[in-house]
């Protein structure tokens, strides 16, 4: 069925091109609100003619830019696979639609199912982006960055609770809940368990804003940063599009976090330039060599976080860290100054001592520290020993 020529139609964005990580029927099918619009490409005879006597109405030309900004995005697909990057920015089997008669229908293949959770997650992410930047345009958001309190130094926090305690500095995570173990705490206070973090020795915190997958929302960062928290607060949200960063710095966030395995070395590159103007931390995270080997080659980073988490299987193996930190991977680390987070699989003392020895600096936990009923001797539990100031 894949191989069927499509007509290139108008196309109808909507999430409901994205289907369900756990809902894959076979296709889908719908109303179409209008008739099959005359198409250029279809018709090369006609172009002149069309150029002269035909004027495109408003509507179709918001279309065609549709198709376009489609076009674009599978495009931006192929790069990223050129860089070993799996995870797809959105349905490759976005515009066109099929027609027969007054219905237009998308054919469900594996092409256009997510994955596994990350993918599902970033298409969500793209639909989700696209209706808030029409809904508060970029230009606005510059006018609120221009009167938005300073940001607090994040990566002068780590080293500081480094050099405080001889232990990696902690980036303590408010998160109610993660795709694979669902509701982690039920009498979810993201301002109180930011301040018992707080009060037991974090150094920074690690706020979660995403709303469908893990229960979290900028309101709970921008209430954490209002209420006097001092630590640093990362923004951990998807990042796909440069809109996001500014909005994160706008809601009170320190430092933001992209992740290697969603986007391109020119997203990056292009992102941490944004971050630096904002005076954003940018903390890169990284899963496999590769992903250490193209970020190593950007300029500029500080902070690089190993996620021992498998992408596409939710597996945790911490031996990921020392793997990826040996040899000419840690030797450059250190000529760049660049701290490194541990992230994911830290339950322990022996755990922390595990990462610090293969090189380590500083570490992001949640699941561990949020479940307990007093988040903050929860930190006392995972180094060992009270790092409390």
């Given at each position: 069925?894949?191989?069927?020529?499509?007509?290139?139609?108008?196309?109808?964005?909507?999430?409901?091109?994205?289907p369900?990580?756990?809902?894959r029927?076979?296709?889908?099918?719908?109303?179409?609100?209008?008739?099959?619009?005359?198409?250029?490409?279809?018709?090369?005879?006609?172009?002149?003619?069309?150029?002269?006597?035909?004027?495109?109405?408003?509507?179709?030309?918001?279309?065609?830019?549709?198709?376009?900004?489609w076009?674009?995005?599978?495009?931006?697909?192929?790069?990223?696979?050129?860089?070993?990057?799996?995870?797809?920015?959105r349905?490759?089997?976005?515009?066109?639609?099929?027609?027969?008669?007054?219905?237009?229908f998308?054919?469900?293949?594996?092409g256009?199912?997510?994955?596994?959770?990350?993918?599902?997650i970033?298409?969500?992410?793209?639909?989700?982006?696209?209706?808030?930047?029409?809904?508060?345009?970029?230009?606005?958001l510059?006018?609120?960055?221009?009167?938005?309190?300073?940001?607090?130094?994040?990566?002068?926090?780590?080293?500081?609770?480094?050099?405080r305690?001889?232990?990696?500095?902690?980036?303590?995570?408010?998160?109610?809940?993660?795709?694979?173990?669902?509701?982690?705490?039920?009498?979810?206070d993201?301002?109180?368990i930011?301040?018992?973090?707080?009060?037991?020795?974090?150094?920074?915190?690690?706020?979660?804003?995403?709303?469908?997958?893990?229960?979290?929302?900028f309101?709970?960062?921008?209430?954490?940063?209002s209420?006097?928290?001092?630590?640093?607060?990362?923004?951990?949200?998807?990042?796909?599009?440069?809109?996001?960063i500014?909005?994160?710095r706008?809601?009170g966030?320190?430092a933001?976090?992209?992740?290697?395995?969603?986007?391109?070395?020119?997203?990056?590159?292009?992102?941490v330039?944004?971050c630096k103007?904002?005076?954003?931390?940018?903390?890169?995270?990284?899963?496999?060599?590769?992903e250490?080997?193209?970020?190593?080659?950007?300029?500029?980073i500080e902070?690089?976080?190993?996620?021992?988490?498998?992408?596409?299987?939710?597996?945790?193996?911490?031996?990921n860290?020392?793997?990826?930190?040996?040899?000419?991977?840690?030797?450059?680390?250190?000529?760049?100054?660049?701290?490194?987070?541990?992230?994911?699989?830290?339950?322990?003392?022996?755990?922390?001592?595990?990462?610090q020895?293969?090189?380590?600096?500083?570490?992001l936990?949640g699941?561990?520290?949020?479940?307990?009923?007093?988040p903050g001797?929860?930190?006392t539990?995972?180094?060992?020993?009270d790092?409390?100031?």
């Open positions: 069925m894949e191989g069927l020529v499509s007509l290139k139609a108008t196309p109808r964005i909507s999430f409901q091109s994205v369900s990580f756990n809902h029927p076979n296709f889908f099918i719908r109303r179409s609100t209008m008739n099959l619009p005359l198409r250029r490409s279809n018709f090369p005879g006609l172009r002149a003619q069309q150029s002269e006597t035909i004027s495109p109405k408003r509507g179709e030309e918001e279309d065609a830019l549709k198709v376009k900004e076009e674009v995005g599978m495009f931006q697909n192929e790069v990223a696979a050129s860089q070993g990057i799996r995870i797809r920015r349905p490759p089997t976005g515009p066109p639609l099929h027609y027969v008669g007054p219905f237009e998308r054919l469900q293949n594996e256009n199912t997510p994955r596994n959770i990350l993918e599902e970033i298409w969500h992410k793209d639909v989700e982006v696209s209706q808030m930047k029409e809904k508060k345009p970029l230009a606005s510059k006018k609120f960055v221009e009167n938005a309190a300073p940001t607090r130094d994040f990566v002068g926090a780590l080293k500081a609770a480094h050099s305690t001889g232990l990696p500095g902690l980036i303590a995570e408010v998160k109610k809940a993660s795709p694979s173990r669902g509701i982690l705490r039920e009498d979810f993201p301002v109180e930011a301040r018992a973090y707080e009060k037991g020795g974090a150094a920074c915190l690690s706020v979660l804003t995403d709303e469908k997958y893990f229960k979290g929302s309101k709970n960062l921008e209430a954490i940063r209420a006097g928290v001092k630590c640093p607060l990362l923004c951990k949200e998807f990042v796909i599009d440069a809109w996001q500014y909005y994160a706008i809601k966030a320190d933001i976090l992209l992740i290697a395995a969603v986007l391109p070395d020119l997203d990056i590159r292009y992102m330039k944004i103007m904002l005076g954003l931390a940018a903390l890169v995270e990284v899963h496999d060599e590769r250490m080997d193209r970020v190593l080659g950007i300029k500029g902070l690089i976080g190993i996620n021992n988490r498998n992408l596409e299987t939710f597996e945790v193996d911490i031996s860290t020392k793997k990826l930190l040996e040899g000419e991977r840690g030797q450059m680390i250190r000529q760049k100054d660049i701290i490194v987070v541990g992230e994911s699989a830290l339950f322990t003392p022996d755990d922390v001592a595990y990462v020895e293969a090189g380590v600096k500083a570490v936990v699941e561990s520290l949020v479940k307990q009923s007093d001797k929860g930190i539990g995972l180094f060992g020993k790092i409390s100031l």
